[in-house]
T-cell receptor, first 113, second 118 residues
Framework: GQNIDQPTEMTATEGAIVQINCTYQ??????LFWYQQHAGEAPTFLSY????GLEEKGRFSSFLSRSKGYSYLLLKELQMKDSASYLC??????????????FGKGTSLLVTP | GAVVSQHPSWVICKSGTSVKIECRSL??????MFWYRQFPKQSLMLMAT?????????EQGVEKDKFLINHASLTLSTLTVTSAHPEDSSFYIC??????????????FGPGTRLLVL
């Protein structure tokens, strides 16, 4: 089966840096995605990693280590609007659809003043 | 990023009625679309994969006769919840698979449809 683990909740202060970790155990691997989801809304795409290393995109960076089954999302210069749920998703082979996304339960991030 | 629309955004219906949800990729063609369901404070659960021009494939535990999927064109997939019951009340989200020139696949999500069955 597929297992994606990430912390349930995190709190950080406006202007600070926060790192959200994700560990995974999947049958096959075709990339790891991070999505942001505000309450009552659909997820929006943040980043994609398929090779080891760090991908930087503005205030957001994502890291992947395939050998360790580990990724993190780094958010810098936190803003109040960054309060949301952050979903780690691993693309893995699926007998129905070729590859499918397997989602973790999400990390609810609260940014405080 | 690519844009996916979903309609309607909210549905309230009586038990026993059928509800149709549309998912459209607006600026790209998607041979594959996915339908997810999300209960409060839970993760997204894949229900089925919708392939243009062929039958949808369903995940284990999802009734294909209850959740009818049609992918009639490269930009439109529909999900029909037949004879809806209160336990079907949930947040239904579609996504469309986009492949760029580097063969990188990304799923872009629609805004979701919140279904409440009374």
């Amino acid at each position: 089966g597929q297992n994606i683990d990430q912390p349930t909740e995190m709190t950080a202060t406006e202007g600070a840096i926060v790192q959200i970790n994700c560990t995974y155990q999947t049958s096959g691997f075709n990339g790891l995605f991070w999505y942001q989801q505000h309450a009552g809304e659909a997820p929006t795409f943040l980043s994609y990693n398929v090779l080891d290393g760090l991908e930087e995109k503005g205030r957001f960076s994502s890291f992947l280590s395939r050998s360790k089954g580990y990724s993190y999302l780094l958010l810098k210069e936190l803003q109040m609007k960054d309060s949301a749920s952050y979903l780690c998703a691993v693309s893995a082979p699926n007998s129905n659809s070729g590859y499918a996304l397997n989602f973790g339960k999400g990390t609810s991030l609260l940014v405080t003043p | 990023g690519a844009v996916v629309s979903q309609h309607p955004s909210w549905v309230i219906c009586k038990s026993g009625t059928s509800v149709k949800i549309e998912c459209r990729s607006l600026d790209f063609q998607a041979t594959t679309m996915f339908w997810y369901r999300q209960f409060p404070k839970q993760s997204l659960m894949l229900m089925a994969t919708s392939n243009e021009g062929s039958k949808a494939t369903y995940e284990q535990g999802v009734e294909k006769d209850k959740f009818l999927i049609n992918h009639a064109s490269l930009t439109l997939s529909t999900l029909t919840v037949t004879s809806a019951h209160p336990e079907d009340s949930s947040f239904y989200i579609c996504s469309a698979r986009d492949v760029n020139r580097d063969s990188q696949e990304t799923q872009y999500f629609g805004p979701g449809t919140r279904l409440l069955v009374l």
